[in-house]
């Protein structure tokens, strides 16, 4: 598969924020407070009904595989259900954990030794959307304004950051994705999640809600 790289000619946009839909507000704050991760979510109360897979997860980069095992010991510690164990393999060192939200974390390395000691730095943070058709949605980001960074085919596509961005987003096929994380790719309802955008507000066609936000730090209220 060749790896193209494009840009888009269309009026500047980027994901500004990553708003997680949770039924207690002040339960989710002290657990994102605790797994270190407060900074890149804001969070807002919702009942909407969902069932099953929710379609994404949250994926942090880090050094090495004691700043992985840190992560997943404070999400663990916080009250984080472990989905896959951290392990070794092929590309490196990582594990994955759910949220008492229910929302799906991947905690990650390309090294598979460390080379220092373990850190609470996180290097990267993406959002990761499972959809059902990788160039069409692509597409239409690009229509909107998105920059594609890279892409393969129709597989996998990821986006420039917007200037302030602390999030980068991504798209992958949503049963690549559940299998990947190790749970069912069926799900009903919300995803439970709002994406904030520097353009109109729209929703796309697999239901991702996106709105019209302006690039700030995000804040757990």
Do not use: C, N
Request: aromatic share 8%; glycine share 12%; hydrophobic share 45%.
């Amino acid at each position: 598969m060749v790896m193209a790289t494009t840009a888009s000619t269309a009026a500047d946009m980027s994901l500004a924020s990553v708003t997680l839909e949770v039924a207690d507000p002040d339960s989710a704050r002290r657990f994102y407070r605790a797994f270190g991760v407060d900074a890149y979510v804001r969070l807002r109360a919702s009942e909407a009904h969902s069932t099953g897979f929710r379609g994404f997860t949250l994926g942090l980069t880090v050094a090495g595989p004691a700043t992985v095992d840190g992560f997943v010991g404070a999400a663990v510690d916080a009250g984080a259900t472990v989905l896959k164990p951290a392990a070794k393999s092929l590309w490196g060192y990582g594990g994955i954990v759910q949220a008492p939200d229910g929302t799906i974390w991947k905690i990650a390395t390309s090294a598979k030794k460390d080379t220092g000691p373990a850190t609470r730095e996180i290097d990267e943070v993406v959002l990761l959307i499972g959809v059902e058709d990788v160039k069409a949605t692509r597409q239409l980001y690009v229509g909107r304004g998105l920059t594609v960074a890279k892409s393969f085919g129709s597989k996998y596509a990821e986006f420039a950051p917007g200037q302030g961005s602390r999030v980068k987003l991504a798209l992958y096929k949503r049963r690549a994705l559940a299998k990947d994380l190790g749970v069912p790719a069926d799900g009903t309802g919300s995803h439970r999640i709002v994406l904030g955008g520097t353009a109109d507000a729209f929703t796309d066609p697999d239901g991702f809600v996106w709105e019209t936000t302006a690039p700030s730090a995000p804040t757990l209220s």
